[in-house]
């Protein structure tokens, strides 16, 4: 114990100073825009999830009624209930955002949650997207610190770190000082949950994780916000979170220290053009292309793609399971699969993802002929990349690359793309167009609003 | 299914088939006095700051009881108060072996799973029976590896086997048991962090993991998919939280139903760590004899090695507590509070003793040396040898704690530290006998579970 509480301030402090002195004026246009644009692709998402299984399953599970909206459903929950069912509705088809470099989910944690506590506390729209941006750059930045660590305990990094996230994007709406919300880290540090097992047999916990994490970040502020004594070295300390949740990492926490107000972590934020695994898509591009071109499925020999050595315990292996996917929501993560069906369908959105898309032979049968070669100079995770190498039947060879993920950092998905891909999402959910237009226009002058209430022309 | 059996599928069919009726009499007693102790604290705690900011926080307005307290909440709210006011003075009760607070986990969770269910006593009884027995069961499997790995043993322990308990009152199906226990895997959750500035997370843990486990029993309901291998899968609750050991499952599965581990639960005589009491007693018994405190120049203990990094160090931070909470894991502290005041109830660990000079000077004359034989955590021992100016040295030994298998506490006993309590929150000392009453009619599973009718009584 070296630290002198008067004068030495803890990493929860330095970081939440930053956050508490944030207002709408002080956040650059860019990093308001990528916070809008993350609005919209989870409001869209939301609406697409709307009548499946596991959203009427958590809408029937919460029992608490209350005035908070979640996007799509009739019934009116109490804040954490809309955190809750909203988080899981943005995550389920593992189709929203992600982050380049330290792969994780950000806006499926935060906007949920500051949106609910907009709506139960009545905050004007500025506060709210000063809440997001908050939120999204405070899980962008702790994910940075200790990359990967997580994954190897056997942690899902959405659940843990969003905890923290979905805290500081409440605490900041709120207007939490900086006390407060370092204590509200501490405390959602906490109920930061979320182990792996749903790898082995593809249950949905995966799913639950975003919006678990969303409601107890909003509990924590809470929590902070009444005056409960949470512990300020919750990042650092021997017992804090790092230690606990990533114990073969050293944590690197100038990524909470350094560059804040001046380097926006959160404006790398990529969008997902397709409704699987993040690194697949450079190859769906790929397949895509040649589905174009015209090439004769059944003049294929074999495909083999060089791939990063990263993907292959998640994306590859066991590839007798990956080319015969058993749900459509588990050949979200067969590369085969996804590469296969964007062959053929030219796309790679909701509706390529059903289960009974999974028992379609032809696409199966392309699927078998794919394998990988590791290419140990892949830049994974540091730059995602595509390629594929067909052997036809007639002995000629087709080559195909993608030097990185359309959607991310060197290649963005413009306004339109995103309006597009939410127009897209708003008709899979069956909502009519001009419900879609309504809550494509209330995501995007948000900051302007003087309050969130247009979410409730959102329900049902 | 034609896969093997799963460790919580064995829990599960065990827990859809016992009959209420099946409990066995130490199991129905043991449960009956934990509903007695817990109750109690939870009285005692409600107006405490911690109480007052978990009361304020967890505003939400429902029909579920919250012991003591006029108003009633939601819920998940009625069970996070109830939970954090129960451990909040570390007074509830313990386990030997590992040590998980059941008490405060399973008690909250059950009453307020029996309100929203309107369940009858006798699904509560068999709910209560089922949660403590998982959670020592899961105790004895974790040892010391889910402390060690940095996290609370309450908390993530507590999430499992409260999730049982509910599901069990509930009725729920052998396949809805295993998606809770698969769910509540993911919400399983608490970093140990508090012990760095007695910040009072650890106090919310129990509270949080109650509130969680309700969560996912509805969500097994609903039929939302858990990880059916949450305990043993290579991603499982164990490989995440408890990485340093090779699980046994034999000691979650065997016997079930036959022998029950809960009833050999221990009850805290005073309300401090728990390893630290055998130690009390010493002192209690030192000063009863009627030494000469003024002559005591040194007091030294012999301690097991597991308990030094919480109890002892560091050393002179321990002599001198910051708070009245920080005071409950000195035990130099707790030591000189016995042999002034031949206690260490409620009234010694306030703010006014933790500045009592007297009580920080005896306090600083406490030192240990570690007995590497000690049997520690198979049994928690007590030793205190004080050497006076004289040069003469006076020892007493505790050979085990006390209210734990070897010595337990009466009924009476349990009475007594009720009335003590419900004194100390400056209520009458006659609700005693209601709770007492509720205690047992809830175990004899007689009529519906009725909170409502206790507050009345708490509140004449």
């Known amino acids: ?460 | 299914m034609s896969e093997p059996r799963s460790v919580s599928d064995t829990l599960a069919e065990w827990i859809a088939s016992l009959d209420p009726a099946d409990l066995t009499d130490g199991a129905r007693a043991a449960a009956a006095g934990t509903i007695l102790d817990t109750i109690g604290l939870i009285v005692a705690a409600l107006d405490t700051d911690y109480g007052q900011a978990v009361r304020r926080a967890f505003a939400d307005p429902g029909d579920a009881t919250v012991f003591g307290l006029g108003e009633a909440r939601a819920t998940g709210a009625a069970a996070v108060i109830n939970g954090t006011c129960g451990h909040g003075e570390d007074f509830d009760n313990t386990f030997e072996g590992c040590p998980v607070h059941s008490g405060v986990v399973v008690v909250p969770a059950l009453a307020a799973a029996g309100e929203e269910f309107g369940l009858a006593n006798a699904q509560v009884a068999k709910g209560i029976a089922v949660g403590m027995e998982v959670m020592c069961r899961l105790g004895l499997v974790a040892g010391k590896s889910v402390h060690s790995a940095g996290f609370h043993p309450t908390a993530i322990l507590g999430t499992m086997g409260a999730a049982a308990g509910v599901a069990a009152a509930m009725g729920q199906s052998p396949a809805q048991i295993r998606d809770t226990l698969g769910v509540a895997g993911s919400m399983a959750s608490g970093i140990i962090e508090y012990l760095a500035d007695g910040s009072w997370t650890k106090r919310m843990h129990a509270g949080w993991s109650a509130h969680s486990a309700i969560r996912a029993a509805k969500m097994g309901a609903a039929g939302f998919s858990g990880p059916r291998t949450v305990f043993e899968g290579t991603h499982g609750l164990f490989s995440a939280f408890g990485p340093s050991i090779e699980p046994e499952f034999g000691l979650l599965t065997r016997d079930l139903g036959k022998r029950w581990e809960m009833a050999a639960i221990a009850y805290k005589p005073y309300a401090c760590g728990t390893m630290t009491q055998p130690y009390i007693d010493c002192a209690v018994r030192l000063a009863r004899s009627g030494i000469d405190i003024a002559a005591i120049e040194e007091i030294t203990c012999e301690v097991g090695e597991g308990t030094v990094h919480r109890l002892w160090e560091p050393l002179s931070e321990k002599r001198r507590p910051t708070t009245p909470y920080s005071a409950k894991f000195s035990t130099p502290y707790c030591i000189a509070v016995a042999l002034l005041f031949e206690d260490a109830g409620l009234a010694e660990f306030i703010e006014a003793r933790v500045r009592d000079p007297r009580v920080l000077e005896l306090a600083g004359k406490v030192g240990y040396v570690v007995d590497p034989d000690n049997e520690y955590p198979a049994n928690y021992t007590g030793h205190v040898g004080l050497r006076m100016s004289d040069g003469s040295v006076i020892e007493e030994r505790q050979p085990c704690m006390r209210g734990g298998a070897r010595e337990p506490l009466s009924r009476d006993d349990l009475k007594s530290k009720c009335a003590a309590n419900l004194a100390f929150a400056g209520r009458s000392r006659s609700g005693v006998a209601a709770i007492d009453a509720f205690a047992d009619r809830v175990m004899a599973g007689e009529g519906p579970f009725d909170a409502k009718s206790l507050n009345r009584q708490l509140a004449a």
């Not at chain 1, 990093?31 to 809008?36: D, K, L, S």
């Not at chain 1, 394998?371 to 052997?391: A, K, Q, W």
């Open chain 1, 1 to 460: 114990m070296t630290r002198n509480p008067a004068r030495d301030l803890t990493i929860s402090q330095k970081f939440c100073a930053f956050l508490a002195g944030l207002d709408i004026g002080s956040i650059p246009a860019a990093a308001r825009e990528v916070a809008i644009r993350d609005l919209v692709d989870m409001a869209g998402l939301c609406v697409s999830a709307r009548r499946e299984d596991y959203v009427r399953q958590i809408v029937a599970a919460w029992d608490s009624d209350g005035p908070c909206t979640a996007i799509g459903q009739e019934r009116a929950l109490d804040a954490a209930g809309a955190a809750t069912v909203n988080g899981v509705a943005t995550h389920g088809e593992d189709f929203d955002d992600t982050l380049e470099g330290a792969p994780i989910r950000v806006g499926a944690m935060v906007i949920p949650s500051v949106l609910a506590a907009s709506e139960r506390f009545g905050l004007p729209g500025s506060r709210a997207l000063t809440g997001i941006v908050a939120g999204l750059e405070a899980v962008c930045r702790l994910n940075r610190v200790a990359p990967g660590h997580m994954h190897r305990a056997g942690f899902h990094p959405v659940g843990i770190i969003g905890a923290l996230g979905s805290a500081a994007g409440v605490g900041t709406a709120l207007g939490l000082d900086r006390d407060r919300l370092a204590m509200a880290l501490g405390i959602a540090s906490s109920m930061a949950s979320g182990i792996l097992e749903y790898l082995t047999d593809g249950a949905w916990t995966k799913r639950l994780h975003p919006g678990w994490a969303a409601q107890s970040g909003l509990k924590a502020a809470l929590i902070a916000r009444a005056g409960f004594f949470g512990p300020l070295t919750a990042l650092e300390g021997h017992h804090g979170l790092y230690r606990s949740f990533a114990p073969t990492g050293a944590p690197d926490f100038s990524y909470l220290t350094d560059g804040l107000g001046e380097e926006w972590h959160m404006e790398k934020i990529a969008f997902k053009p397709y409704a699987c695994g993040t690194m697949i898509h450079p190859y769906i591009d790929c397949m895509i292309e040649l589905g174009r071109e015209g090439v004769d499925a059944e003049a294929i020999g074999s495909i083999v793609c060089e791939t990063g050595e990263g993907l292959v315990h998640r994306l590859w292996e066991p590839l007798a399971d990956k080319h015969a996917p058993p749900s459509g929501y588990a050949a979200k993560f067969s590369m085969p699969f996804c590469m296969a069906v964007g062959f053929f369908d030219g796309d790679a959105g909701l509706a390529q993802f059903t289960d009974a898309r999974t028992r379609d032979e032809t696409v199966l049968r392309l699927a078998r002929k794919i394998s990988y070669v590791i290419d140990p100079e892949n830049e994974y995770p540091m730059n995602y990349t595509g390629h594929v190498r067909l052997e036809m039947a007639d002995g000629s060879v087709i080559e195909r690359r993608r030097p990185h993920l359309r959607g991310g950092a060197r290649e963005p998905l413009t306004r339109e793309h995103i309006a597009a891909k939410f127009r897209a999402n708003v008709a899979h959910g069956g909502w009519e167009p001009e419900r879609g237009e309504a809550l494509l226009a209330f995501c995007q002058t948000l900051g302007d609003a003087d309050d969130v209430s247009g979410l409730a022309t959102c329900r049902g």
